[in-house]
């Protein structure tokens, strides 16, 4: 195992966007990672950080980084290791240009995460999923995904129930928290005192990538889990934290004492290796019925734990319950914090 001498320098391609700040929060004080390049859109290049921000965390801005330049987003960043919180209508080839410039770049945007030689990756969940970048041609460069916001809080539930009795079918609602959509998202006279049953190609994400992230390394790349998957998304007034409702089909049968002793014992490498970023609990079980909620729970494992709850019989598939899941920490920029830290224990961030 690969022992961590000193920080690794790092870049965050986007940093100015609702992502890019959950980088800039999470990697201002990490232990083996300093940001040392930040880039974003022409219309932010060349300002301090601080004038092109439009800060929204709620903790401060850290003083080391607010003074930094914005770059362009050019692959010439003086670090190998990029992490992107880049608008999707760019970020398919500015990701590739920056993988073929040498870079690795763990991305939180869509364009590559079902291509076949591109890891989409949950740490505690498909670690070894990584080893697809050996059949990528980017040179040097890789490119590693995380999946969507959303699809990382259901497929940590799943996994423990796929892997003791199998998973046949999964119904799942979603309600999505405002700051999915990034910064400014979603207009308030649209979302105040509302619900909005429509989230652009986000069921379409919800029923394909749990297929991947769950499915079998074979010699051919991944072999798809064969789970069916149908998803209704809604987008609803809640600033940070989805929240979803699911029902399964299990292949085998379980009981609800079995279920609930399965998300608590659920752990991966992340916490065998005791990563920086990895939550001590991936999942944890309330058992008050009027929990999970996005503004009591949205917290836990600073951000990185996934709650569930008020887990019953369901009279269409065997058993409904809620979750859920921080979406720009466990949802986005904190599961790409802790690839990198997977990555790097692993040797993945050595030269090619
Ligand atoms: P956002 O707030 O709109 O931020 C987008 C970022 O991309 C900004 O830094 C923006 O820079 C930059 N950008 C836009 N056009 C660019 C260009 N032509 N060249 C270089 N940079 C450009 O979006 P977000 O919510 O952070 O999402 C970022 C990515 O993560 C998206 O692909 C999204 O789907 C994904 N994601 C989001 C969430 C979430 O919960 N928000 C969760 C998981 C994944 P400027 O400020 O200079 O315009």
Redesign the pocket.
């Known amino acids: 195992m690969k022992e961590i001498q000193s920080r690794i320098q790092v870049g965050i391609?986007?940093?100015?966007?609702?992502?890019?700040q959950r980088f800039v929060e999470l990697l201002a004080d990490h232990p083996w990672f300093e940001i040392v390049a930040l880039?974003?859109?022409?219309?932010?290049a060349g300002q301090r950080y601080s004038d092109?921000?439009r800060w929204v965390q709620s903790t401060p801005l850290p003083s080391r980084v607010a003074g930094m330049p914005v770059r362009p987003?050019v692959p010439d960043l003086p670090c190998r290791l990029v992490f992107s919180?880049?608008?999707?209508?760019?970020?398919g080839g500015?990701e590739e240009e920056f993988a073929r410039a040498g870079h690795v770049v763990v991305s939180?945007?869509?364009n590559h995460r079902m291509d076949r030689d591109v890891p989409l990756i949950i740490p505690e969940v498909n670690p070894d999923h990584l080893d697809l970048v050996t059949r990528q041609r980017f040179g040097s460069g890789l490119i590693v995904t995380n999946p969507?916001?959303s699809v990382i809080g259901l497929v940590m539930a799943l996994k423990p129930l796929a892997d003791r009795w199998g998973l046949e079918r999964v119904h799942v609602v979603m309600m999505q928290?405002i700051?999915?959509?990034?910064?400014p998202g979603v207009a308030s006279l649209d979302i105040v005192d509302n619900v909005i049953p429509f989230i652009g190609g986000e069921e379409e994400k919800v029923e394909t990538e749990p297929r991947k992230i769950l499915g079998r390394l074979g010699p051919d790349g991944v072999d798809l889990h064969s789970v069916k998957i149908s998803a209704q998304c809604n987008r609803v007034a809640v600033v940070d934290g989805h929240t979803e409702c699911v029902s399964v089909k299990l292949r085998a049968p379980a009981s609800s004492g079995e279920i609930v002793d399965a998300f608590g014992a659920f752990r991966g490498a992340p916490q065998e290796l005791g990563l920086p970023t990895a939550p001590e609990f991936p999942l944890v079980y309330l058992p008050d019925d009027r929990h999970p909620q996005p503004r009591l729970h949205r917290g836990l494992g600073r951000g990185m734990t996934v709650s569930v709850g008020r887990l019953r019989r369901c009279p269409l598939e065997d058993w409904k319950f809620a979750l859920l899941s921080h979406?720009?920490v466990r949802?986005?920029a904190g599961c790409a914090v802790l690839i990198a830290e997977l990555m790097l224990r692993r040797g993945f961030l050595e030269g090619r």
């Open positions: 391609l986007g940093a100015t966007g609702m992502v890019g880039a974003a859109s022409d219309r932010s092109a921000t987003c919180g880049l608008d999707s209508a760019v970020a500015l939180n945007s869509r969507n916001c928290a700051s999915g959509a990034g910064y979406n720009t949802g986005a």
